[in-house]
């Protein structure tokens, strides 16, 4: 630190001035920044980008880091956001901590590898009343090299009727074979930030930023049985495992569950169907929970759970890979652990 840094009383935190030496993950990146800002912003300002999908408010608990050195003392968001344990481990939340003194931190090594991406909107198609698939063209960098079950940040600019800059994280639906493409599967959130701007405001040839790829929901290398449960746009980053699945001729044997409240709520039919065709093992399955009278439906009723509990039978050898809302999720893994499926075998992906 080149200034001089007052005390912090409680959480009327104090103007610093001058500059600070940070160390990420014991010297591969160091470089100097501003004093007094979020370490959050210090690290984007160096192409380090940690997740974060709460606009720096402290909520979204995406922005851990583990400071080894030099963070001062956490902030009263953090002593109420963060566990005991990661307290006493030295866990931070970038968005909240302010740059006061060097500071050493590590970060998963993977982080250093995301980018930020210049993106164009390509086609937005309707997939149902509240469903959209955005497909982006990578301008620079033109590649994106993920693991289907990542996801990137989309960085939604300020626009009529919103007041700030924000980031959300939509996981990625396309083949990962088609590096300059990445799918985006969003759902509209009534009064929601980002989704209010992409469903109303976005619109074929805009320009956009992303940042990824990140997250480490992905596909085992073994060969065991998968079982995969999604709801709603959850069935993004399936879709790109499926894609995964077919491009390494897959022979895994797979059932994919996908629920929809009623019958306007279940898509891509079509595209499971080929799917269906393309890999020798593979089944979907799409389950209506409300099905109106005059509704031809002649497929599975019910809730994704009541399926579950009808139709799964877990061996030793199925793993499932779960994706959609946290309640759907924390359900699920419910009916899962009764059926005696442990722990290390059930992966999810929680849109929260
Ligand atoms: C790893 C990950 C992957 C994801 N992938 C996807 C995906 O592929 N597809 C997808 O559709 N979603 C995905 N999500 C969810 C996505 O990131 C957003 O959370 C979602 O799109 C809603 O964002 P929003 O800005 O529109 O809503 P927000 O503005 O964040 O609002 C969310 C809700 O809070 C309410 N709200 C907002 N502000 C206030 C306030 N001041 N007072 C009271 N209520 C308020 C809104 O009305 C709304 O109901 C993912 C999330 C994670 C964590």
């Not at 044997?253 to 799917?275: A, C, H, S, W």
């Not at 393309?278 to 009723?301: C, H, K, M, Q, S």
Request: proline content about 6%; overall charge neutral.
């Amino acid at each position: 630190m080149s200034e001089t840094v007052q005390e912090w009383a409680g959480d009327v935190r104090p103007a610093v001035v001058g500059t600070c030496q940070v160390d990420v993950n014991r010297s591969t990146r160091r470089f100097a920044a501003q004093a007094g800002q979020p370490l959050l912003k210090a690290l984007e300002r160096q192409n380090i980008f940690i997740p974060s999908a709460c606009g720096g408010r402290g909520i979204c608990r995406q922005c851990k880091v583990k400071v080894l050195q030099g963070g001062g003392a956490p902030s009263p968001v953090e002593i109420n956001r963060l566990s005991p344990a990661d307290l006493e481990a030295g866990v931070r939340l970038a968005c909240q901590l302010q740059l006061q003194q060097d500071l050493q931190i590590e970060i998963d090594p993977e982080l250093l590898t995301i980018r930020d991406y210049a993106a164009v909107v390509q086609e937005i198609t309707t997939l149902t009343h509240d469903i959209r698939r955005f497909q982006l063209r990578l301008i620079e960098p033109k590649m994106l090299r993920f693991r289907p079950g990542q996801y990137m940040q989309l960085y939604v600019p300020i626009y009529p009727g919103s007041s700030d800059p924000i980031n959300r994280s939509y996981s990625i639906a396309s083949d990962p074979v088609r590096a300059n493409r990445v799918d985006f599967i969003i759902r509209r959130v009534l009064n929601g930030t980002s989704t209010t701007f992409c469903f109303d405001y976005l619109r074929s040839a805009d320009a956009l930023h992303l940042s990824g790829p990140y997250g480490d929901f992905r596909l085992s290398d073994g060969a065991s049985d998968i079982l995969f449960i999604a709801g709603g746009s959850g069935m993004a980053p399936i879709q790109s495992m499926l894609h995964q699945m077919k491009n390494t001729h897959s022979q895994r044997k797979t059932t994919f569950l996908f629920g929809g409240n009623t019958v306007r709520d279940i898509f891509m039919l079509e595209e499971m169907r080929q799917f269906e065709k393309d890999l020798p093992n593979f089944r979907f399955i799409p389950i209506v929970a409300n099905v109106d009278a005059g509704d031809t439906w002649t497929g599975e009723r019910g809730l994704v759970t009541e399926a579950v509990k009808r139709l799964v039978q877990p061996g030793p050898a199925l793993e499932a890979y779960l994706c959609g809302s946290p309640g759907m999720i924390d359900a699920t893994v419910a009916v899962l652990a009764r059926k005696g499926m442990s722990d290390e075998r059930i992966f999810f992906d929680k849109f929260s």
